[in-house]
């Protein structure tokens, strides 16, 4: 039997006066016709990253509604985590090769957990590349099979697609979280764009005084008194740690007391991390004013969550981001973002929403030194960046998308046929309330967007939306 992962218990009605009532009442009047599902999410870890963390809120909440919910992670050796750390980096665009050797590992290894899963479910959903052939190797029985992939799959290396491309033709259906993300012949014919969200009640999110945030980086040997930028992310190379450095250095040239956290969480199914973090700490080993913690030293949520309020700045320099939801963490808490022009980051930050966007190391320097230069200026940013988070970007969102989906799939009728839909932004996929909703009239019918940005894109190529 597969490991279940322990979750707390949470209730919808906490929700209330902190997400919008429009979306807590179409989430609960989907989930009414749901009541007694099954539904079990499978991943690769229960902690380290975002996957995890959605998963520890939205599951609980899940049950709350009526459904039966499970969570459940894979086990596997220390090699088989090596080959899909290539697979998804190779699904990321990196030159990479896969060997015949690591291919059977992989195969090897999801066949172990495939018997392992003996439970019957109405719907699974599989999260990340890692699990993804288990429902080819396993075969499907009567449930549905939902394949979430949360990277950017934009460009895949041709060699590590191609391997994986088979396991995935048994799916039912495939989330993504950008449409620019879906490659061009993959092989589930119905996708679902759904972009993530962050929990707002969860420890790192959860209101937290200015007194005890600033006491708690005090603790941990981070001068609150002091200016303050941080990268809150995974050692890895797409997020640019390294770059984060050379631009912090360069912001640093106009203000010489400033200091940099970087903070990276480890996870089971990362062994790249810490080679990332050898590379880090000897890159900041001669300034003392860089600080890098990891969650095995001391820094967990409550930490994460005082360096998001307490920074003036928080950076995320992605080079490709599936989505980064640390973006969304930052501008819930009103701090000002920097942050790589990459995958759903500028969704989150379009029109102008919580901070600066960056192309290259140089422009992200710039970028930190104004936002410390024009105070004033920042807040408004951030301040903009607050609202867009609870708009679009809160957990009752996400799970109003995904149970969208899962009625849907679960009853096999096509988008929209027999399900109370609320109205969703054609663009990026995200369930839209008229309060706050861009709109546009295309041959007679009004459509709502989420931003300017996404009623941009639609102008341009209308009926590619609407297809």
Not at 396 to 417: D, Q, T, W, Y
């Amino acid at each position: 039997m597969l490991q279940a992962v322990d979750v707390g218990e949470r209730d919808l009605a906490s929700y209330k006066g902190v997400a919008p009532d429009e979306t807590l009442e179409s989430l609960r009047r989907v989930a009414a016709d749901l009541r007694g599902l099954r539904v079990l999410h499978l991943n690769a870890t229960p902690y380290g990253g975002g996957v995890a963390e959605l998963l520890r809120s939205g599951v609980p909440l899940l049950n709350d509604l009526g459904l039966v919910a499970d969570w459940k992670i894979i086990s596997g050796e220390g090699h088989f985590f090596d080959v899909t750390k290539a697979i998804h980096n190779g699904l990321q665009g990196a030159n990479r090769t896969l060997s015949e050797e690591e291919r059977s590992a992989y195969r090897e290894t999801n066949e172990t957990n495939a018997a392992l899963l003996e439970e019957d479910y109405d719907v699974v959903f599989v999260h990340d590349p890692q699990p993804a052939a288990i429902p080819s190797l396993r075969g499907t029985g009567t449930a549905k099979w939902v394949w979430r992939c949360h990277i950017d799959t934009a460009s895949p290396n041709p060699d590590t697609w191609a391997f994986l491309r088979p396991y995935l033709a048994v799916y039912d259906a495939a989330v993504f979280t950008l449409e620019e993300f879906v490659p061009p012949d993959m092989p589930v014919s119905r996708v679902e764009i759904i972009p993530p969200a962050i929990d707002p009640l969860s420890p790192k999110n959860r209101d937290l005084d200015d007194a005890t945030a600033r006491d708690i980086l005090d603790w941990i040997g981070v001068d609150a008194d002091r200016p303050l930028v941080t990268q809150i992310s995974r050692f890895d190379p797409w997020k640019d740690p390294l770059g984060v450095i050379a631009a912090y250095r360069h912001a640093r040239e106009s203000v010489p007391e400033l200091q940099l956290a970087l903070a990276g969480s480890m996870a089971l199914d990362d062994p790249e991390g810490w080679e990332i973090y050898r590379d880090i700490t000897a890159a900041a080993s001669d300034d003392p004013l860089i600080h890098v913690f990891t969650n095995l030293t001391g820094v967990g949520n409550i930490e994460v969550n005082a360096f998001q309020r307490v920074s003036d700045v928080v950076v995320q320099k992605s080079i490709r981001e599936g989505f980064g939801l640390v973006v969304s963490e930052a501008m819930w808490k009103s701090t000002p973002v920097v942050a790589g022009r990459a995958g759903g980051i500028p969704l989150q930050m379009a029109d102008g929403a919580g901070g600066l966007l960056v192309d290259s190391v140089e422009q992200c320097g710039r970028a930190i030194a104004e936002l410390l230069a024009d105070r004033p200026g920042a807040q408004k940013l951030a301040a903009r960046g607050r609202e867009r988070v609870r708009d679009h970007f809160l957990l009752p969102r996400l799970l109003l998308n995904e149970l969208l989906l899962v009625a849907e799939v679960a009853a096999e009728k096509p988008a929209g046929v027999g399900v109370r839909r609320p109205r969703r932004d054609p663009v990026c996929g995200m369930v839209i309330e008229a309060t706050t909703a861009v709109r546009e009239t295309y041959w007679g019918v009004e459509y709502l967007f989420c931003s300017q940005g996404c009623r941009t894109r639609f102008r341009r190529r209308p009926e590619h939306y609407l297809e």
